[in-house]
């Protein structure tokens, strides 16, 4: 991105707390970014953090104010509600039991509530986040049990590939 030069300058833009990770101020540089955060530097702009052809984690800008969250947990709390923990560590209470694990959720962030559900069905656009096929999207063909749910998933040249169910982030 250019912003710092050598690591000494890094150290240096991060103690004075001017980069944010999904909101929070990043002190450390061993601070995980994943897919989907949302990185503001500031004096620079915004990122979101996407995943290139070739399995590469690449800045693209950022305008909107929503992001995409994977649902990895779905737990009963106290008081009847549901508590979902998605791919990036963050949780959110809800009374909607209609989200699975395994669906993404578009997270509206300045009101933090989920704006729409991404169930997984066949034809949706997907990307696989792990594994040889990291990077690759598509839209899911099949899914088949063959001891473990495998997904074909087939993009727009027609190229496909087979690869763990659990791997794939539904982008809608």
């Given amino acids: 991105m250019g912003i ?77 509600k549901l508590q979902y923990t998605f791919h990036n560590g963050r949780t959110l209470l809800s009374e909607d039991s209609s989200i699975k694990v395994g669906d993404s959720v578009v997270y509206d962030v300045n009101s933090k509530s989920i704006s729409k559900i991404i169930s997984q069905d066949l034809n949706r656009e997907c990307i696989v986040l792990r594994g040889k096929h990291r990077g690759f999207r598509g839209k899911i063909k099949q899914v088949l049990n063959i001891g473990k749910r495998v997904a074909d998933v087939v993009n727009e040249k027609g190229e496909s590939v087979r690869t763990d169910y659990k791997y794939l982030f539904l982008l809608g």
Wanted: aromatic share 10%; no cysteine; charged share 30%.
């Fill in 4 to 80: 710092a030069a050598n690591m000494r300058e890094v150290r240096y833009i991060l103690r004075n707390g001017r980069i944010k990770v999904d909101g929070r101020i990043v002190k450390e540089p061993k601070f995980p970014i994943g897919f989907q955060d949302i990185v503001d530097i500031d004096g620079v702009g915004k990122y979101i953090i996407d995943i290139d052809s070739h399995g590469y984690f690449v800045p693209r800008d950022y305008n909107g104010n929503s992001q995409i969250l994977k649902v990895i947990r779905k737990t009963k709390v106290k008081g009847g």
